[in-house]
């Protein structure tokens, strides 16, 4: 995998910077020490021809490599941890598969619900109604990987392709005080975030931002 290109978007409001999920490709691939350059897309950009021939759902990450066109964070990031043995440690490729699926399916998506509901949705009636059951399910979900992280430093033990997408799916709650009413966790964000790859990948997205933030009137 070389000639690296990752899309993002140009610009997100405040509340959604740092959680847009081509983070994850760009920590992936600083973790990798894989080389890449940045691509913006606007988000009225987003729908057009040109770019849905890259995304057919005008979203990001979009990578772009000698080996072809990849969309979807999780399958962007099994893609990368292939190619590097410290992403995806040699004998425990089934284990960390599985704890990518976890982070993708069994923890992100109570803790999408509850961001839409408190983010996107805040102050309206229904989503008020709705979100004591959702962090009702997101606080089950924080008990039992609360327990399972209790003695490990990472999800496997040694830091894998797993954290990256465990970490990233956990900061979408970061308006919340849930994840530090579990020490652990709180712990383990604290401790995947201080990593010099993940600090590399949010500048470098953060930069983004900053250069295409629109002008103020």
Same mark, same amino acid.
């Given at each position: ?21 081509? &983070? ?14 940045? #691509? ?6 987003? $729908? ?14 979009? &990578? ?40 993708? $399916? ?34 089950? #979900? ?28 956990? #900061?979408?709650? #970061? ?36 250069? $295409? ?5």
């Amino acid at each position: 995998m070389d000639k690296i290109a990752v899309w993002g978007f140009s610009w997100v409001p405040p509340f959604a910077q740092g959680l847009v999920r081509d &983070l994850r490709v760009r920590w992936a691939l600083e973790e990798a020490g894989l080389a890449y350059e940045s #691509r913006w897309v606007g988000i009225e950009e987003r $729908n057009s021809d040109a770019y849905r021939r890259k995304h057919p759902f005008g979203l990001v990450p979009v &990578l772009e490599s000698s080996d072809g066109t990849l969309i979807e964070s999780g399958a962007i990031v099994y893609a990368i941890a292939e190619h590097c043995e410290a992403l995806m440690p040699a004998g425990r490729r089934a284990e960390t598969l599985t704890w990518m699926f976890t982070a993708l $399916n069994t923890v992100e998506l109570p803790i999408w619900n509850l961001f839409v509901l408190d983010v996107l949705h805040q102050g309206e009636e229904w989503a008020k109604l709705r979100r004591a059951g959702a962090v009702d399910e997101v606080m089950a #979900r924080l008990t039992a990987l609360s327990a399972w992280l209790d003695g490990r430093d990472y999800l496997l033990g040694c830091f894998t392709a797993a954290d990256i997408l465990m970490t990233t799916v956990l #900061r979408f709650i #970061r308006h919340t005080d849930l994840v530090a009413g579990f020490p652990i966790l709180d712990a383990y964000v604290k401790r995947c975030e201080a990593r010099a790859a993940f600090q590399a990948a949010l500048r470098n997205q953060t930069a983004g931002y900053v250069r $295409n933030a629109p002008v103020a009137a």
